[in-house]
């Protein structure tokens, strides 16, 4: 028995959700790559709901994308594809790069029907696999839960055009809009904390979801942070990372104490290959504390300076040469208003907690003036609560260009 139309519509969403729940859990763990999930189902011999005979999720970088870990799953399983419908939260690709082309495997199973949450980002070959397909006599459909699938992969869409880190910034707020208290009221190497714990977590998984995360020395000195993935998360079969949380830490004159958390936890990058501490300093950083750094596992590099601080975007241009797609930023006032007045963020989490710090107070961004102004230059606004903390998330630039549907 052939299925409605609306229960037809209805089945696509539900299998399109599944599929992002796959790509969902490869957060973490295919960077530089994109987050993809793909579900291959058939119809019953004799018709009704169609069943799932392989799905996937592409995991790391030089395995399988999520398309070719499907169609392996349905084999295994002794399924024929011929007939069978894919539902990809990506466009599958056309192009030769560590694999070959998931367009051409699709083809090659014999798949009838193809439902695709959004196209490919990149301008040079967007659409390239969609027409593929259709040349093979595949139905295509294109758009379903597209919103969804591109919040999966805003910092590979942003690198793939610009080639820099999609950068966001976070910030943890008193309700008076400040940063931090005065320092005089604060002991020295601890952090103040002013969200609640749920809020706190909420972190760790923004954390988990980005290649790196940044801060100054000021904040080193004042709050002595670990700057780790705390999350707990895995991905599926309890995979780790596939590269460490790259800790970034800009430190003009090199004045990081050796003793320092995040000296004293580095991972130097010898067993999984990519280290976690990146110390960016100026040109006239002292020799003897490179040496150290250096002899203690952390990576230093000094970079071009500009009006006696570092230049953000040749931070920006070194993390991109590490293939770090997206950027967290977890910096004070002086940072913070750096990033955004060079235009330089793309979107912003501000978490704000019932606590007031008064006039004298640290504010949140110097030269940016109050938070919630700065609210009003945001697009694509959410809000959510955290506990007793307010969370409102936003963008400055869209990551996704305008595509163009190709016949």
């Known amino acids: 028995m052939e299925l409605s139309a609306t229960t037809r ?14 790509a969902a859990e490869s957060i973490g763990l295919a960077s530089p790559n994109p987050q993809v999930g793909c579900i291959l189902t ?19 970088a030089n395995r399988d994308h999520a398309e070719i870990v499907a169609l392996k799953q349905a084999a295994q399983r002794g399924f024929s594809t011929t007939g069978a419908t894919a539902y990809v939260t990506l466009e599958p690709c056309s192009h030769h790069g560590r694999t070959g082309p998931c367009a051409d495997a699709l083809i090659a199973a014999g798949i009838s029907r193809c439902v695709v949450a959004t196209q490919d980002p990149n301008p040079q070959v967007s659409g390239q696999g969609l027409a593929k397909l259709r040349a093979a006599g595949i139905e295509v459909v294109v758009g379903l839960l597209q919103q969804q699938a591109r919040d999966l992969n805003d910092a590979f869409a942003h690198f793939i055009q610009h080639r820099t880190p999609f950068v966001t910034l976070k910030a943890a707020l008193s309700v008076d809009g400040k940063l931090a208290p005065p320092p005089a009221s604060r002991f020295p190497n601890q952090p103040h904390w002013l ?10 998984l923004l954390r988990h979801a980005a290649d790196a995360v940044l801060t100054g020395i000021g904040t080193v000195l004042a709050d002595d942070p670990q700057l780790t993935d705390r999350s707990g998360l895995f991905g599926p079969n309890k995979l780790p990372r596939r590269r460490p949380l790259l800790r970034v830490i800009l ?41 150290a750094l250096t002899n203690l596992g952390a990576h230093v590099e000094t970079i071009p300076g500009h009006n006696g601080h570092l230049s953000l975007p040749s931070v920006l241009s070194t993390l991109a040469e590490r293939n770090i797609l997206s950027l967290l930023l977890e910096c004070g006032s002086h940072l913070n208003g750096a990033f955004l007045q060079q235009n330089l963020v793309d979107k912003a989490v501000l978490l704000y907690a019932e606590t007031e710090l008064g006039d004298q107070a640290i504010p949140f961004a110097q030269g940016i003036g109050s938070p919630y102004l700065f609210e009003e230059s945001l697009h694509r606004i959410t809000r959510a609560n955290y506990g007793t903390d307010a969370c409102v998330t936003g963008y400055l630039h869209d990551p996704w260009p305008i595509l163009q549907p190709r016949p």
Not at 47 to 58: K, L, N
């Open 9 to 22: 519509a209805a089945l696509d969403e539900a299998l399109m959700q599944r599929a992002l729940k796959l």
């Open 42 to 60: 058939r119809t019953p011999v004799g018709g009704g709901a169609p069943m799932v005979i392989g799905e996937g999720a592409h995991l790391y």
């Open 195 to 204: 969200t609640g714990p749920a809020a706190r977590y909420e972190v760790q």
């Open 251 to 291: 430190d003009t004159h090199l004045r990081i104490p050796l003793s320092s958390q995040l000296v004293r936890s580095v991972d130097d990058g010898h067993t999984s290959g990519y280290p976690d501490l990146l110390i960016l300093c100026g040109k006239t950083a002292p020799e003897t504390k490179i040496s």
